[in-house]
């Protein structure tokens, strides 16, 4: 893994995690050197909580610890950086400044890491399917991610009674899984990212892919 942090073996069935150290702050010296390494104390600290959580989280956070473990993923905490799976190094990065707890990014990560490794997610068919198949595939994966992490933040919430709901909670316990799907099928939400609805950005994917360009 890139960043230049620590790296711990983590007593939470062997999940190798790391914490991400900025370039600037590994080279401060004096007063600034000695807050910067008790804030990384403090964020390793919170890093093996984060781990923790998961076996708090339900069947899903127990789920996504073993497709970590099964899988060998490297965990890197950071704070700033952003969260995401880097599949060409095999690692998970989780951003603890993001709203709500890690441990559920963790888990909507951890199943789409589960997909790509089993060759079954949406994105090795994009040259099999067409467009309306290949933007229905993605978005089934990822409203099953997000299902997950919901249910996941549901069981948290017995444990952390002030932790606030997941972005979805209010949806999912209207409609469940399908009103999930409703809100992304239908253009509803747009990816925080891209700033695109669901079917604007995985329909220009495959526009891409194979087409060569990105208008349909």
């Known amino acids: 893994m890139q960043g230049g942090g620590a790296v711990e073996r983590s007593i939470f069935r062997g999940v190798t995690y790391f914490l991400h150290v900025p370039f600037e702050v590994r080279h401060l010296v004096g007063p600034a050197a000695e807050a910067a390494e008790r804030a990384a104390v403090r964020d390793s600290a919170k890093g093996r909580e984060v781990l923790a959580a998961l076996a708090k989280a339900g069947p899903d956070g127990r789920a996504a610890e073993d497709i970590l473990r099964r899988y060998g993923v490297e965990v890197e905490f950071n704070r700033g950086v952003g969260s995401g799976y880097v599949d060409h190094l095999n690692g998970l990065m989780v951003d603890l400044e993001e709203e709500g707890h890690p441990a559920i ?22 040259k ?78 495959w526009n891409v892919h194979n087409l060569g360009r990105h208008a349909p």
Not at 105 to 119: D, N, P, Q, V, Y
């Open 105 to 126: 990014t963790i888990i909507h990560e951890a199943e789409h890491i589960a997909l790509e490794k089993e060759g079954r997610n949406a994105y090795a068919q994009i």
């Open 128 to 205: 099999t399917l067409d467009r309306a198949g290949y933007i229905e595939a993605q978005i089934s994966e990822e409203v099953g991610a997000l299902v997950k992490e919901t249910r996941a933040n549901i069981e948290l919430q017995r444990h952390y009674p002030d932790l606030p709901d997941a972005p979805f909670q209010e949806s999912y316990l209207a409609g469940g899984h399908e009103e999930i799907l409703r809100l992304l099928r239908e253009g509803h939400v747009e990816d925080p990212t891209f700033g695109q609805t669901y079917p604007e950005y995985y329909g220009e994917e």
